[in-house]
């Protein structure tokens, strides 16, 4: 069965730091990869994906994801957070077959400090 | 429209109630896809359309979850007799391409609490 999991529950750092959330998953082959950001109260967004092709995903907000299919991982970084970047980070899984479901990781919360 | 809209953003029912939550998708998309999200981060999916014809509903509970999308209507997602385990945040998510849920635009949830 696919899964998703996503080690990090809560993640803290400095406005200005780098960031790396990770992601790792379950599949017999390489499945579709994704990361959404939930802010509070809102909707996910979705900040890159990977179907194919180059390894290294350039997504919105200056995010971007690395598939590396020895690792089964799709890590999301960031060089340098600010504040608005605050949220709950979800990675997820779409199968190429079956793109009707998402199957989510339990998501990591960023908190940003000054 | 250019989002996904849900209506409404709360719904408190008591327990036993029935509850219905509405979904309009983006102009022009023709999947539908309903999630719900409990414990804060846990995401299920429930339930997927094509046009007004249901794709897949492997996710649904179905004793009590029903759910529709009618030509010019909104989708709905509707639970007969909550129970309190329902409580949790219902997304629903319109795709247009034949990616489907990998193209899909997530509207900004439904809080339902079942009491």
């Known amino acids: 069965a696919q899964s998703v999991t996503q080690p990090d529950i809560h993640i803290t750092v400095s406005e200005g730091a780098s960031l790396e959330l990770r992601c790792n998953y379950s599949y017999g082959a390489t499945p579709y990869l994704f990361w959404y950001v939930q802010s509070p109260g809102q909707g996910l967004q979705l900040l890159l994906k990977?179907?194919?092709?180059?390894?290294l995903v350039q997504g919105i907000k200056g995010f971007e994801a690395e598939f590396k299919r020895s690792q089964s991982s799709f890590n999301l970084r960031k060089p340098s957070v600010h504040w608005s970047d605050a949220a709950e980070y979800f990675c997820a899984v779409a199968a190429p077959y079956n793109t009707d479901k998402l199957i989510f990781g339990t998501g990591t919360r960023l908190q940003v400090f000054p | 429209g250019e989002e996904v809209a849900q209506t409404p953003k709360h719904l408190v029912r008591g327990e036993g109630q029935k509850a219905k939550l509405y979904c309009a998708p983006i102009?022009?998309?023709?999947?539908v896809f309903w999630y719900q999200q409990v414990l804060k981060n846990e995401f299920k999916f429930l339930i997927s359309?094509?046009?007004?014809?249901?794709?897949?509903e492997t996710g649904m509970p179905k004793e009590r979850f029903s759910a529709k999308c009618l030509p010019n209507s909104p989708c709905s997602l509707e639970i007969q007799a909550t129970k309190l385990e329902d409580s949790a945040v219902y997304f629903c998510?319109?795709?247009?391409?034949?990616?489907?849920?990998?193209?899909?635009?997530f509207g900004q949830g439904t809080r339902l609490t079942v009491v």
């Open positions: 990977y179907f194919s092709g180059d390894t």
């Open positions: 102009k022009g998309h023709s999947y």
């Open positions: 359309f094509q046009n007004e014809n249901v794709f897949d």
């Open positions: 998510a319109s795709s247009q391409s034949e990616s489907r849920s990998t193209e899909a635009f």
